[in-house]
């Protein structure tokens, strides 16, 4: 690695780990082995195929399930006016972007997009990227870009946020879990030569739990340090309006960047910031620059959806009730069902391997709930995720809740 990232491994537990041969000079046959290892740990991840039917129904691996896996909170991809939009735009303006915005121009529909965004954020201006991952490599590359400067990253964040660091001359540390004390200890220490970031989810997307964002705030003025809050998944569900996490904590960060690919039912990334923070993007980031735009398709149907979240406040009500439903009856079935108030239910079982018993005896049953191993969470703590939205019915919730509790009751040691 060139850098040094602290004492810990790049990303979470196991992420960096290879199951054997590390010292051994590892050849084009090496994949086999490696892969072998996955498959010995109860590791190895595989695309499962999807065939849709109806709405959270579908054929998976060929066996018709109800879908408890996406992270369509607010059921807009399937919304009439949302595939309205995407079909029309397609037929007017083509399906797609040609080429990268800064050299083919930005179509009208990207700037009413942005305007749409910077106005439900409560924000000078908005930048819309390919995805929310590409947002994230583009915030923190372009605003931790030299060897000065120093990010502060919370032991949960996304996985892009880590690679964003990966390709950040920047100097890296992560605090424990939504520690303020560590984070303040560390702030403390003084700031660097450069800019300090202080960088976390709002909602943290295997945890479902949401970040200290009232504190944060205060931690990151005091200290002279930015705060860059990826509300990916808060978004169009909490807060006034479903404006998101920090609209919940009534602060607004210096930069807060989301995704239009979860609750807006679409697809695409953004930030929102002052005006000044955005045309600094337009020049500094790359993958904005160096990367085709989104097609008009997805940008329509992101503009549609969001006035369609605005419009249908019932949708983000109806999520949150049904995942409040879940984690009740999951939690007095016996399961650890961690706290929170997201339409992320994280079912923990701890062992990677009963993990998957699980998913899979639920998946005979007629209910797909994903199974999530390390390295996307740390090792030993092995979960079901199970997401919610507003589309699915009383009695696809039920159905799931029995089939959840007679799996465990099966295969829990
Ligand atoms: C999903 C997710 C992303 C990536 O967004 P995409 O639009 O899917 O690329 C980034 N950050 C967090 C916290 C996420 O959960």
Redesign the pocket.
Known sequence: MRRAHGDERFHRDGGGRRPSGRARVRGPGSFREELEGLRQAGLLRRMRRVEHLGPNVARVDGRPAILFAS?DYLGLSRHPRVVEAAAQAVALHGASATASRLVNGTHALYAELEEALAAFKGAQAALVFA????A?LGVVTALASSREDLVLLDRLD?A??YDACAMSPAKTTRYPHCDLPALERRLAEGPGAGRTLVVT?GVF?MDGDVAPLAELREATRAASAWLVV?D??GTGVLGPRGRGSCAAAGLHPDVEIG????ALGS???FVVGDRALVDYLVNRARPLIFSTGLPPSAVAAALAALRAAEAEPWRRERVLALAARARAALAAAGYEVLPGKTPIVPIVVGDERLASALSEACLERGVFVPAIRTPSVPAGRARLRMTLCADHTDGQLEQALAVLCEARERLSP
Do not use: I, P, R
Not at 259 to 262: D, F, H, Q, V
């Open positions: 992270n995805t929310g991952y590409m994230n996304h892009s946020l989810d997307s990826d990916a998944h995704t239009l690919s979860k697809l695409g990334g």
